[in-house]
């Protein structure tokens, strides 16, 4: 709300475009990272074949350079440099919507911004029950990120309590993080491992998807004992 609305949606969009393409190649880039890692465990060796493994890892390797040129391509294109540029000015002169006071003390506002962005975290929460899909734990990933980052500029103003609530809402982003790599690469299999998949492959992506489904089954329990030391009254005594 203290920004130029035109300028902050053209700025909001550019940044969506290049941080789809960027996500793109992170999250293939944790893909890759996350079934090494549990293909190189000796409990699952057993059932998932050095060759399934290798033709697993190579549909990682293609996706990855896949999304490596989109990203290049994205780099080097003019509207690139055009946000860049844009971000360049802004960080000299503040796009500022009409009717703001530069002038003005920014602690009352930025504990305004913070309490907000809070209470939109405990909202979402309030909202997810057993039952929840994992676009509705990812909402509140999404928004524990914002909460994050708005408390974060308020911390060299408010201290360490601003830097301890901004600290608790990083761990809660990451908890739920691991429930949506778990997700995403449930997605991924799903989507890239053909139909008509060798035996060995057909093994080998049965594995990861038994060890994923694993992993978003402990994280969707995981969560809440994060959310409930982001939660204490003593973090948010400053709001």
């Known amino acids: 709300s203290l920004l130029d609305p035109q300028w902050l949606d053209i700025t909001a ?3 969506k475009w290049l941080g789809d393409i960027l996500g793109a190649v992170r999250d293939v880039d944790v893909l890759g990272l996350k079934f090494r890692t549990v293909l190189e465990d000796p409990d699952a060796a057993s059932s998932a074949t050095p060759k399934g493994t290798e033709q697993l890892l190579a ?3 293609s996706d990855r350079v896949a999304a490596g040129r989109r990203l290049t ?3 080097g294109s003019a509207r690139y440099i055009a946000l860049l540029d844009r971000l360049d000015q802004a960080s000299s002169t503040a796009p500022l919507a009409e009717g703001v006071d530069a002038g003005e003390t920014a602690l009352p506002i930025l504990r305004h911004h913070a309490l907000h962005a809070w209470e939109r975290v405990s909202k979402a929460v309030k909202q997810v029950d057993s039952d929840s899909s994992d676009l509705q734990l ?6 524990a990120k914002h909460a994050r980052y708005t408390t974060q500029l308020a911390a060299p103003l408010v201290g360490k309590q601003a830097t301890r609530l ?8 990451e908890a739920l993080g691991e429930l949506q790599d778990a997700a995403v690469a449930k997605q991924w299999l799903s989507r890239v491992v053909p139909v008509d998949a060798s035996p060995s492959l057909a093994r080998t992506t049965a594995t990861l998807l038994a060890t994923q489904h694993s992993r978003l089954e402990t994280q969707r329990n995981a969560w809440r004992a994060v959310w409930k030391q982001a939660k204490r009254p003593k973090l948010r005594s400053w709001l």
Do not use: I, K
């Open 73 to 75: 391509t994205a780099l």
């Open 59 to 61: 549909l990682v390797h």
């Open 138 to 143: 990812h909402r509140v990933r999404r928004r």
């Open 13 to 15: 969009r550019e940044l």
């Open 166 to 173: 901004a600290s608790a809402l990083g761990d809660l982003q």
